[in-house]
């Protein structure tokens, strides 16, 4: 569950610009999308805190390097 960062109490249940990531998920492949969410969560599970912005450190030669694709398809469209 994500939390706010204001008060630590409030979850977070909606995703800011929904259009955007909707746009952005259509340009990632299935696997892609299937190993970015396994990668995050060999990370997070057994964690109490994660700093979204840590993640994933380095983008090149991993996983997550297949977002930054799809946003830059996206932005050419």
Not at 67 to 77: F, G, H, K, R
């Amino acid at each position: 569950m994500l939390y706010s960062v204001d008060n630590q109490v409030t979850p977070i249940t909606t995703i800011p610009y929904i259009e955007r990531y909707n746009r952005w998920i259509e340009d990632l492949a299935p696997a892609d999308h299937e190993a970015i969410i396994e990668e995050l969560n060999r990370r997070i599970d057994g964690t109490e805190i994660q700093t979204s912005s840590w993640i994933p450190g380095k983008w090149e030669g991993t996983v997550f390097m297949a977002i930054y694709v799809a946003c830059q398809i996206s932005l050419i469209i």
